[in-house]
C-alpha cells in the first residue's frame, strides 16, 4: 500500500504443499495462545495473528520497520516447530501491504478455501483473532483490519449467492462416500471427534440417509453431545478399536498428534467384518490415519487432499459468484487503502482545527466584554454561529490536507503506527 504498515504475510495451504508439510505446522487450538505470544515477541516483530486449519497455517504480522520481513518469520517458524527453513520454504507464499489486505480478504471470505464458499473459515478466523487478543498481539495496525475482513467475509455472503447451499470439507466428504456406497441409507457411520467438523459431517450424513451414528471422543461428554443431537451412540475412547468395526464409515477429525489407525487396525477391522468393506475419511491435520492401511483390499482411505477432486467440481459450480466476490474484494481493499492513507492526515488535521478553535475562543473572550446585555440563549446563538464560520473556513484546507495525505505529500502519522506487543 502506498501508506506502508509493514504488513507481511507468510504461510502454506492446500494448494502449494501437500498434507505431509501442513501438518508438521499445524498447531493445535490448546498451544495457539502460546504460538501467537511467542510470534509477536521474535525480534521484528510488532503484531501478529496465526491462522492454523486442516488446509493452511498463515502468519499474518506488521514488522518494525527496517525488519527483514520473511527471514524474522522464517526464523520463528525454524524456532517453534523445529523444522528446517528449506523443508518449508518451496511451499510458501508471501504477500506484503496491498496484496496482504487482499489475501486476508480472501481467506476471510472463503474464496481461498478448498471448497469455495464454506462457512467455516470465518469462524476459524474469529477464533484465531479472539485468541490474539486475549494475548495483545493486535492492536492498531492488525485490529481494524481484520475487523475490516469480518465486514467483507459478512457482505459477500450476503450479497453474492456464494454462500446459497450447504458446502464444507465434512460435506464434500460425505459426497464422496456417497459416490462409494451409492446410497448411505442403513449404513453405520463413526464419528472419531466431537469437534464442529464432526458435528458438521453428522447433519450431512444424516440428509444423506445415514441411520445409526456412532461417536467417540477422548471426552466423553463430548461425545454424548454429539450423539444426543443426532440421535446417535456415544461410545467410550478406550472401546475405540473394539467398536470400530461396526462402523461402514470412518470419518476422524481429532488433534491427536499421532495416528489413531494404523494398518493393523485396518486389518483387524476387515478380519473382524468378515472382509466387508470399510470407508475412511481423515479430515485431520496432523492425520489420524496411516497412509498404509489403504493397501489393505477392502479399506478405503482419503486424507484432506484427496478431497480437492470434489472440492474442484464444486469450485466450477460457484464460479460465477466468486467472480462477483473476487469484484467486492477488490473495491473493499480499495477502500480500505484509501482509509489507511487518510490516517496520515489527522495529526496535521487535529492541529489546524485546534489552532482555529484557540483562536475562536480568544475572540469570543474578547467580545464578551462587549456582550454582556446577552441573554444564555443569545449567547449560544453566538457561539453557534462562530463554530460554524470557523468550520467552512477550515474545509478547503482540511480537504487539501487529506487529498495530500493519500498523494503522501504529508508525513506519516506516528501515533497510528505506534503498537504494543
Known amino acids: 500500500m502506498s501508506q506502508n504498515q509493514n504488513l507481511v504475510l507468510i504461510g502454506v495451504n492446500h494448494t502449494t504443499a501437500p498434507v505431509e508439510v501442513r501438518e508438521r505446522l499445524a498447531i493445535p487450538a490448546g498451544r495457539l495462545a502460546d504460538a501467537i505470544r511467542s510470534l509477536v515477541h521474535h525480534p521484528g516483530i510488532r503484531e501478529g495473528i496465526i491462522l492454523s486449519t486442516c488446509n493452511r497455517v498463515e502468519l499474518l504480522t506488521v514488522q518494525e520497520n527496517g525488519s527483514t520481513t520473511q527471514a524474522n518469520l522464517l526464523q520463528f517458524l525454524q524456532d517453534y516447530f523445529a523444522v528446517p527453513p528449506a523443508s518449508i520454504t518451496p511451499h510458501l507464499y508471501e504477500y506484503r501491504e496491498r496484496e496482504a489486505v487482499r489475501h486476508l480478504f480472501r481467506v476471510a471470505s472463503s474464496l481461498d478455501s478448498m471448497v469455495v464458499g464454506e462457512p467455516q473459515i470465518l469462524g476459524q478466523v474469529k477464533e484465531s483473532y479472539?485468541?490474539?487478543?486475549?494475548?495483545?498481539?493486535?492492536?492498531?495496525s492488525l485490529d481494524p483490519l481484520i475487523q475490516r475482513a469480518f465486514t467483507v467475509a459478512k457482505k459477500i455472503r450476503s450479497e453474492t449467492q456464494i454462500g446459497s447451499s450447504s458446502v464444507s470439507i465434512a460435506s464434500v466428504a460425505v459426497d464422496l462416500a456417497r459416490k462409494i456406497f451409492g446410497t448411505l441409507q442403513g449404513k453405520t457411520v463413526l464419528l472419531v471427534g466431537a469437534g464442529k467438523m464432526s458435528e458438521l459431517a453428522a447433519r450431512h450424513l444424516i440428509q444423506q440417509g445415514a441411520s445409526n451414528i456412532l461417536v467417540t471422543n477422548r471426552t466423553f461428554e463430548r461425545a454424548e453431545r454429539i450423539a444426543q443431537l443426532f440421535d446417535g451412540q456415544a461410545i467410550p475412547f478406550e472401546t475405540l478399536y473394539e467398536q470400530a468395526a461396526r462402523a461402514d464409515i470412518v470419518?476422524?477429525?481429532?488433534?491427536?498428534?499421532?495416528k489413531l489407525f494404523l494398518r493393523s487396525h485396518g486389518q483387524q477391522f476387515l478380519y473382524t467384518r468378515r472382509n466387508r468393506p470399510m470407508f475412511f475419511i481423515d479430515i485431520a491435520v496432523p492425520r489420524d490415519i496411516d497412509p498404509k492401511m489403504n493397501e489393505i483390499e477392502g479399506c478405503f482411505v482419503y486424507d484432506i487432499d484427496d478431497l480437492q477432486q470434489v472440492a474442484a467440481a464444486n469450485l466450477a459450480d460457484r464460479s460465477r459468484e466468486?467472480?462477483?466476490?473476487?469484484?467486492?474484494?477488490?473495491?473493499?481493499?480499495?477502500?480500505?487503502?484509501?482509509?489507511?492513507?487518510?490516517?496520515?492526515?489527522?495529526?496535521?488535521?487535529?492541529?489546524?482545527?485546534?489552532?482555529?478553535?484557540?483562536?475562536?475562543?480568544?475572540?469570543?473572550?474578547?467580545?464578551?466584554?462587549?456582550?454582556?446585555?446577552?441573554?444564555?440563549?443569545?449567547?449560544?446563538?453566538?457561539?453557534?454561529?462562530?463554530?460554524?464560520?470557523?468550520?467552512?473556513?477550515?474545509?478547503?484546507?482540511?480537504?487539501?490536507?487529506?487529498?495530500?495525505?493519500?498523494?503522501?505529500?504529508?508525513?506519516?502519522?506516528?501515533?497510528?503506527?505506534?503498537?504494543?506487543?
Open 130 to 140: 479472539t485468541v490474539a487478543r486475549e494475548v495483545g498481539a493486535v492492536s492498531n
Open 251 to 258: 470419518i476422524t477429525s481429532t488433534g491427536a498428534p499421532q
Open 322 to 421: 466468486a467472480a462477483a466476490a473476487e469484484t467486492i474484494v477488490t473495491q473493499e481493499v480499495e477502500k480500505y487503502e484509501q482509509r489507511v492513507q487518510s490516517r496520515g492526515a489527522v495529526p496535521a488535521i487535529l492541529a489546524l482545527q485546534q489552532n482555529a478553535e484557540v483562536i475562536r475562543e480568544a475572540e469570543m473572550a474578547r467580545a464578551a466584554k462587549r456582550l454582556n446585555g446577552l441573554t444564555d440563549e443569545q449567547r449560544e446563538a453566538v457561539e453557534a454561529l462562530t463554530r460554524s464560520l470557523t468550520a467552512k473556513l477550515l474545509h478547503p484546507q482540511l480537504t487539501a490536507l487529506r487529498q495530500a495525505a493519500k498523494s503522501r505529500e504529508i508525513p506519516e502519522e506516528n501515533g497510528n503506527s505506534q503498537a504494543s506487543k
